[in-house]
């Protein structure tokens, strides 16, 4: 995988087919689902739990009025489940089981016809005890994350990673503390060199993400998602992301037994300054605004946004605020843009995402904003505190500036 210094893990800017904030449901079911993904911005793929093991459908989401269809193709196990794909979107990766002995990862290339299977790669040799076994399997194939009940496990269901290495799989190694706890975590998923995962907490289940250094191994703690994913008193699981778009299972434990489904979410953004202008009526959630009549005092930002752990791009209703604000400003105003970062890692990646949180707002006032000739500059602050208080972007107007 092409390693980044900038662990993302930003939330992005996401609205609903209605015009309103939330997640889209584009696939309920009575039986049980896992490994949700899109394939080719086109078809959702997901695994089916049956009677006779579990198996791999397909739904194109561009019909209207759609069918799930079982791929026939996909489904050589008595359990199958789609776990990762190259990063050209062309070849999917499948791990098939018809037997303790008989597990492999098939990689299947998409054609006018539809999958056809290209190659296979066997499984690690390990001794799982658990009755789930989640992978995932890199764009490059070279590193596979599993989630089971090995040896030295912290609790139930762990995440290991092993790496291929002279055409052979590692000894699954334990991600450690930062990562695993006594509850169970499972439905590993890597992107912008950042681990997500579900965590059980008695009947919670949470998704959670951790940063990566350039051996793909925890840095950090592991902070829940945004609550638009992560529902209280719900099954939330098996994350995954496609460019920008966002997909995710949730079960919510709020409705009558025997009357509760998985439902598959997708968020799908649309990031353009056009589509949010009609959306005025909107709650400032994590945008502190500050005006005082006769301009803004020294010391006292503009605008502030506060970042979840290594996030630096911003919420919807953060952009609004900021839209909001420029577009009240006369042309050639002087803007100072502030980005900090905690205590919490390494300082060269600190310096770069603080670097990164103050670059995101100054790209925005360059791309939607040109026209008004601001006269922006960038600085940097590393924080000795740790806390969401202290990963903040801060826009300051004329001469003013941070009190020291």
Do not use: C
Request: charged share 25%; glycine share 8%; hydrophobic share 35%.
């Amino acid at each position: 995988m092409k390693k980044q210094l900038v662990y993302a893990l930003s939330l992005w800017l996401w609205m609903a087919a209605a015009g309103a904030y939330g997640q889209t449901a584009i696939k309920k079911s009575k039986a049980e689902l896992a490994e949700a993904m899109i394939f080719r911005d086109e078809l959702l793929l997901f695994a089916q739990k049956e009677a006779g093991g579990q198996f791999i459908y397909g739904e194109s989401l561009a019909e209207s009025g759609r069918q799930a269809y079982r791929k026939g193709a996909l489904n050589a196990g008595h359990i199958n489940a789609p776990i990762g794909k190259s990063a050209d979107g062309n070849q999917l990766f499948v791990y098939q089981k018809n037997g303790r002995d008989e597990e492999k990862i098939a990689v299947y290339t998409w054609g006018e016809s539809g999958f056809r299977k290209t190659g296979e790669r066997p499984l690690p040799k390990m001794m799982n005890h658990s009755y789930n076994l989640n992978l995932f399997l890199t764009e490059d194939k070279q590193h596979l994350f599993i989630s089971a009940e090995l040896a030295k496990r912290k609790g139930y269901e762990d995440i290991y990673l092993s790496k291929w290495e002279n055409n052979r799989w590692t000894k699954p190694e334990n991600l450690g503390k930062l990562v695993n706890t006594r509850g169970s975590e499972f439905a590993p998923f890597v992107a912008n060199d950042s681990l997500f995962f579900s965590r059980k907490e008695q009947e919670q289940v949470t998704v959670y993400a951790v940063a990566l250094d350039s051996a793909l191994s925890p840095r950090g703690e592991a902070v829940p998602l945004h609550s638009t994913v992560n529902q209280e008193l719900a099954y939330n699981a098996y994350y995954k992301r496609t460019g920008e778009a966002q997909v995710w299972i949730r079960r919510d434990f709020r409705v009558q037994p025997g009357t509760s489904e998985y439902v598959v979410y997708l968020h799908r953004p649309n990031t353009t300054l056009e589509a949010l202008l009609p959306l005025r009526q909107v709650q400032i959630t994590k945008a502190m605004v500050r005006t005082a009549a006769g301009g803004y005092k020294n010391g006292f930002p503009s605008l502030t946004f506060y970042h979840d752990l290594n996030q630096y791009f911003l919420e919807t209703e953060e952009m609004l605020a900021l839209h909001r604000f420029l577009a009240a400003q006369p042309e050639g105003t002087r803007l100072r843009i502030m980005g900090y970062s905690d205590k919490f890692g390494d300082p060269v990646v600190r310096e770069k995402v603080g670097r990164e949180r103050a670059q995101y707002v100054k790209n925005f006032i360059d791309n939607h904003y040109a026209h008004k000739h601001f006269n922006t500059s960038l600085e940097l602050t590393l924080l000795n505190e740790g806390g969401v208080l202290y990963r903040r972007t801060e826009l300051y107007l004329g001469n003013a500036s941070p009190e020291r």
